[in-house]
């Protein structure tokens, strides 16, 4: 049948998806089928005991058999409601669930996608499709699934009746609605791409208000409102035109499925009736079979719903299966029995990565041993930040190039190796949550003594203290409501929470006033003395104490030693040096 | 403990006045309105032709043999069927023309307003919220336009026109099959305070599960780092899993009502049945009056419960209403003046007077700051992490505006100015860099002001960001994501760097912005910027001395309160806040072996 070659064909495969979702719910979802099939059944009784009942009442009837059928007509609709409400409630109900489960699926999933991802997806276009597409597919699951269920069996029924008056009028009145069948095809193909291409459009509409709302200090310091409300504008006209050109398939869709049908009414009507004036068939033939053909009336538009909101759903099932096919580049990894702690000796060989082909490491090599502290220096966009990251293997590390405690960490489970990595990343990110609660994010479960010795460290107590609600301040969106150098130092605390063996600060006191700095330093000294510590700077203050001082140029170690042994090389780090001194001294004059 | 993206709970219901409201959007179409209503009559009647048409059929020419009569009213009906394609495509058309003009309307109304809101706003409302206000929330009043509020008319039509006709054909019967309607319409009150409040609950989840994706979809990689991704994940399933109750809550109220609607009309029907049995049994009422009357009840109950089914719709459109009339209804605690003070030229003085500014009531971050700085000057602002310096220049954007004192430039207060030119004339790097999804052009002239494109190359050669921005594959075509995260640190500071010269300030303001550049770019930077800024005034914050040394004015700030300014040389002398900050910066230079500065010791042992 034509359903089902519509069923399969490439556009309704991205259905296929949910197979799996639905499976889970397999017994609910058949009876909820079965209620249908009640509820059709149940419907059917009231205008029978109705007929009766009028048909007794031509002749002679006893008032209390019209009460009985009055009471019937009321036991039948109880019954009928009954199923109804449990068809409703199970189906609908299973299509929420279905809902939940696969938006729990699809977030789960996104916590497992690197940055090159959400590089290359922007956050409003995400959020778009996990609501707005995820909220049209939900509509398949349930409304869609009902209405076809309920369209399937009045069909069937309503043909069955049909072909028991006559075959020939049944099949001259099916005629017109086999057309039916390309309109589907049709239509159903202009409904999905037009649907997919307002979809894409609404998320790129989201994706302008999240730019907006997200940069908004920008917008208005820059005079922006305007020039944003204009491409704004643009963006909904262009949205508006494609749902139009929806409206005129779709709009096109009903009325001619009702044309369809009346056709065939009025061919019944002009056959019919010149079989009836021949004799071929009786009157009340011609009347029962015109009425069985009008319950055919909600089963075609119901086809119509159906396919409609089938192709929508399929148009977005595809946009959310393109996140969904995206695989994990960096994979947990790695065998189960490495140490839960590691000790911290980091090795790096040879290593180099680029970025869509853009070169950005060349031949990185890097010792450090437990217990080292290691500073980086470079201009720039020298790759201090990607080399850092690979650590954490934020994107995908070739294998043989970094080794933690010698193993390849390719083969230290990711979480494992996260775990073992306190990480202050260059720019700050802090969660809307309050101020205790970012500080202790990587270990939730610590006690506010731990919590409050963080702060200490990094030197942000002091300031919690004048916080209207302290350690329990909400901070705002990013942390919006902290000044610069807060957000840097709750970062540093909640790195340091983590109490990991591997430390990583990226520039994590560049929004630091000197006096802080140099008392953030003195109390980190300490804590670094027991953990292996990467330290990003372009302050020659910060990293001079450091064990090793590694510069990188264009991507490139290029000198590497102590303090001293830089200096008296007289490379790129001795420059650096001077040139921070020399200021001073000129300030001094 | 309400959490940050908590909804705020609502007023009580004024559906009333929401429902104007939304009406008045309908307004300006009211003629495609009426357009699109009087097809709708239109189709209605033409439905009603073809059964008429069948029983002429019958009557006049079936019975008769009449087969050329029969041809011709086949052919009629095929006209009617025709017409009726027609107009029920022509009014679905209009409909939905209709609908998404006002979505048009109402989106840009709401983004319109958005771009009015005051910066404050923002620190309280997280983006995730607003964006569900633009998209889901207009979306959901679209399919009220499109769909809801047409069909409802023609519904009210039908009922009307069905109880006048059971009226007219006996009153008696017609009172007896009414008396249900008080049940129906208990039941419909019932349902309706219900599901508004399951409706509301519905919104206010999907907003909260918004917000929270938004959130951790930016932060996605701190979540990964700190390897918290089970417990996000249990905390996103917890606001799904209250969005999934919210909406079984909601279904419940469905899955009863309508079978609840459909009984109470077979009550009716049984009623007419049993009581109108009786009076034809008495002779009183014909049989075929009696079938007319089931038959109509039955068409009463079914416009019914289709009203119902709006009023999902209905209740939907409802309560996203009320969350965008909020949001519309928010003044902008900052507005333009009403008359906006335009200078000719501005000259670039800027003055606070006994300044004081809270963010929250009760915690002061400023407090009495008075300075001035002439035009041209180059001024810097120094101070302990939190001490206030960014929130001052906040104020002087008119970010936020001031609790008492005054902000003052070219001696019009800010508030007093025209809020498009003070804006203007200033340019600011702010300390959170922000980049847009764009190109790197893009990113530095901006939209609004007509910038060419040599302007955009030569301020990023003065700030040194042409040499990174060349090696990439497209050069200034290149695309950034998403708030640059495809660059260097650094380098997005370099370019919100050239975007501010770009736009040719009269006020430069730099909050830390070279705080991620490496010193030799810093530098050169500084140099550029020394001949750059012949009569500009500029305003700079910094960490570094070294950074500032060039300014004219230091000013220095401590817990909100300016306690020094003067010259470099003049705060050394001083011996205050400033020479200990500097002492401090320069003691751990002396610290090392002193290669390249072996006098400097002398130099600062002495200061002044
Ligand atoms: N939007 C805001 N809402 C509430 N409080 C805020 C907001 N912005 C800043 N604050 C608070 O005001 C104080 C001053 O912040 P400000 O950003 O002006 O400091 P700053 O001098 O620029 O510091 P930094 O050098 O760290 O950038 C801080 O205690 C901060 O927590
Ligand atoms: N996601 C990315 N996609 C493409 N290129 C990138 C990406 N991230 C960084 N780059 C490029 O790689 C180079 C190195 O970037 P990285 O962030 O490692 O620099 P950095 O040394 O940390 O610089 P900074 O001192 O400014 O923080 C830069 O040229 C940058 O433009
Ligand atoms: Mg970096
Ligand atoms: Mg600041």
């Known amino acids: ?589 | 403990m309400t959490s940050f993206h908590e909804e705020e709970i609502l007023g009580k219901a004024y559906d009333k006045r929401l429902a104007r409201r939304l009406l008045g959007y309908l307004y300006p179409y009211r003629r495609v309105v009426l357009l699109s209503v009087f097809f709708l009559l239109v189709v209605s009647a033409l439905q009603l032709a073809g059964p008429y048409l069948t029983k002429v059929a019958i009557d006049r020419y079936i019975r008769t043999g009449n087969i050329q009569g029969l041809n011709g009213i086949a052919l009629l009906f095929l006209g009617v069927l025709l017409a009726q394609f027609c107009f029920a495509f022509a009014q679905t058309y209009l409909m939905n023309w209709t609908g998404q003009k006002i979505m048009y309307d109402l989106r840009v109304q709401i983004f319109t307003h958005i771009q009015k809101l005051h910066v404050g706003y923002f620190d309280r409302n997280p983006v995730g919220r607003i964006i569900t206000r633009v998209t889901t929330d207009v979306d959901v009043l679209n399919e009220l336009f499109t769909s809801g509020v047409i069909s409802i008319f023609g519904d009210i039509f039908t009922l009307a026109g069905i109880v006048l006709i059971m009226l007219w054909l006996n009153w008696k019967l017609a009172l007896v099959s009414f008396s249900v309607i008080p049940v129906l319409f208990v039941a419909s009150i019932i349902f309706k305070v219900k599901v508004r409040d399951s409706y509301r609950w519905v919104r206010t989840c999907v907003a909260k599960m918004n917000a929270f994706l938004q959130e951790n979809i930016t932060g996605m990689s701190v979540v990964q780092i700190f390897v918290q991704e089970k417990r996000k994940f249990q905390q996103f399933d917890e606001r799904n899993r209250e969005h999934l109750d919210a909406n079984l809550q909601s279904i419940f109220y469905y899955a009863v009502f309508y079978p609840a609607v459909n009984l109470i009309g077979a009550l009716a029907i049984a009623l007419i049945l049993w009581y109108g049995g009786v009076q034809v049994l008495a002779g009183v009422l014909t049989l075929g009056s009696l079938v007319a009357f089931i038959q109509y009840s039955e068409r009463f109950y079914k416009p019914i419960s289709d009203l119902s089914e709006k009023f999902n719709i209905l209740q939907t459109a409802m309560a996203s209403s009320e969350r965008i009339f909020r949001l519309l209804d928010t003044q902008p605690a900052i507005s333009p003046p009403l008359h906006p003070v335009r200078l000719k030229s501005l000259k670039g003085k800027i003055e606070f007077r006994n300044v004081s500014f809270a963010y929250k009531e009760d915690t002061p971050v400023l407090r009495n700051i008075s300075f001035s700085v002439a035009p041209g000057e180059k001024v810097a602002i120094v101070g302990a992490t939190g001490s206030g310096k960014s929130t001052l220049i906040n104020l002087l954007c008119r970010f936020y505006d001031v609790q008492s004192g005054e902000v003052r430039i070219d001696d019009t207060p800010v508030t007093h100015l025209d809020l498009d030119q003070l804006r203007q004339s200033i340019s600011i790097v702010l300390q959170d860099v922000f980049l847009f999804s764009g190109t790197i052009e893009e990113n530095i002239r901006l939209w609004e002001r007509p910038i060419e494109r040599k302007q955009v190359e030569d301020a990023s050669r003065w700030v040194h960001a042409d040499h990174f921005v060349q090696r990439l594959a497209s050069g200034y075509d290149e695309r950034v994501a998403e708030r640059g995260s495809s660059l260097s640190v650094g380098q997005r500071q370099l370019l919100a760097f050239a975007r501010a010269l770009a736009h040719d300030p009269k006020i430069l303001v730099l909050d830390e912005a070279t705080s991620s550049v490496d010193t030799e770019t810093e530098l050169l930077i500084q140099d550029a910027l020394e001949k750059l800024m012949k009569g500009r005034t500029a305003v700079v914050i910094a960490h570094r001395l070294s950074t500032i040394q060039n300014c004219d004015r230091i000013l220095v700030l401590h817990r909100g309160q300016l306690i020094e300014q003067g010259s470099h040389q003049d705060l050394l002398k001083l011996r205050g806040v400033y020479y200990k900050l500097f002492q401090l910066q320069y003691r751990d230079q002396l610290a090392s072996p002193r290669l390249f500065a072996p006098d400097l010791r002398a130099s600062v042992g002495n200061p002044g």
Not at chain 1, 88 to 110: C, K, M, Q, T
Not at chain 1, 341 to 359: A, E, M, T, V, W
């Open chain 1, 1 to 589: 049948m034509f359903i089902k070659s519509w069923l399969i064909n490439s556009r309704t495969r991205h259905l296929l998806t949910l197979v799996p979702f639905l499976k889970k719910y397999r017994t609910q979802i058949t009876i909820g089928i079965f209620m249908v099939l009640a509820t059709n059944i149940a419907a059917m009784v009231a205008p029978w005991v109705l007929k009766r009942a009028v048909d007794h009442l031509y002749h002679e009837i006893s008032r209390e058999l019209l009460l009985y059928y009055s009471a019937l007509v009321v036991c039948a609709s109880a019954v009928e409601g009954f199923f109804r409400f449990q068809m409703r409630r199970i189906l609908i109900g299973v299509s929420r669930y279905l809902e939940y489960d696969l938006r729990n699926h699809l977030f789960a999933h996104l916590q497992r996608l690197t940055p090159r991802f959400y590089q290359q997806y922007s956050t409003g276009d995400i959020l778009s499709r996990a609501s707005n597409d995820l909220s049209a597919v939900r509509m398949v699951l349930g409304p869609g699934i009902m209405y076809s269920v309920n369209t399937v069996f009045t069909t069937i029924f309503t043909i069955t009746l049909l072909l028991s008056i006559s075959w020939k009028l049944t099949f001259l009145t099916l005629l017109p609605l086999f057309a039916v069948t390309y309109c589907v095809k049709y239509f159903g193909r202009s409904i999905h791409q037009r649907f997919e291409s307002i979809q894409r459009q609404l998320g790129s509409i989201t994706t302008l208000t999240q730019e907006n709302v997200s940069g908004i200090r920008v917008v208005k310091a820059y005079n922006q409102e305007n020039a944003f409300i204009e491409r704004f504008k643009q963006a909904n006209q262009d949205f508006m035109h494609r749902s139009l050109s929806l409206v005129r398939i779709w709009g096109l869709f009903y009325p001619l499925l009702t044309l369809l049908l009346g056709v065939s009414a009025a061919s019944l009507l002009w056959y019919g009736g010149r079989q009836v004036v021949q004799g071929s068939i009786t009157l009340g033939d011609l009347v029962a079979f015109m009425s069985y053909l009008a319950m055919l009336t909600w089963p075609t538009i119901a086809l119509g719903w159906v396919i409609n909101i089938f192709e929508r759903g399929s148009a977005s099932m595809g946009r959310i299966n393109e996140l969904l096919d995206h695989q994990p580049e960096v994979l947990e990894g790695g065998s189960k029995e490495t140490l839960a702690r590691l000790k911290g000796d980091i090795n790096i060989r040879n290593l180099s990565f680029s970025y869509n082909g853009f070169p950005v490491l060349r031949n990185v090599d890097l010792q450090a041993r437990a217990g080292e502290t290691i500073a980086i220096v470079g201009s720039t966009g020298s790759g201090k930040t990607t080399l850092v990251n690979l650590l954490c293997r934020l994107y995908p590390v070739e294998r043989g190039t970094i080794f933690i405690d010698g193993i390849d960490i390719n083969d230290i489970p990711l979480s494992i190796l996260r775990k073992n990595i306190g990480y202050v990343p260059q720019d700050t990110f802090l969660f809307s949550e309050t101020v205790a609660e970012n500080i202790a994010f990587g270990k939730p479960e610590s006690s506010r003594l731990d919590v409050e010795n963080a702060a200490h460290i990094s030197n942000i107590w002091p300031e919690i203290q004048h916080f209207p609600r302290k350690f329990e301040t909400f901070v705002g969106e990013r942390g919006i409501t902290l000044s610069g150098g807060q957000k840097q130092r709750i970062a540093i605390s909640r790195a340091l929470l983590v109490d990991s063996p591997i430390l990583i600060l990226d520039d994590a006191l560049s929004s630091v006033d000197t006096y802080t700095e140099e008392q953030i330093l003195r109390k980190l000294s300490g804590e670094l003395k027991n953990r292996t510590a990467l330290l990003i700077s372009h302050r020659v203050s910060t990293v001079k104490m450091a064990d090793q001082i590694i510069v990188l140029q264009e991507g490139r170690v290029v000198e590497r030693g102590t303090h001293d042994e830089l200096l008296s090389a007289g490379g790129f780090y001795a420059d650096l040096y001077q040139k921070q001194l020399l200021r001073e001294e000129l300030g001094v004059e």
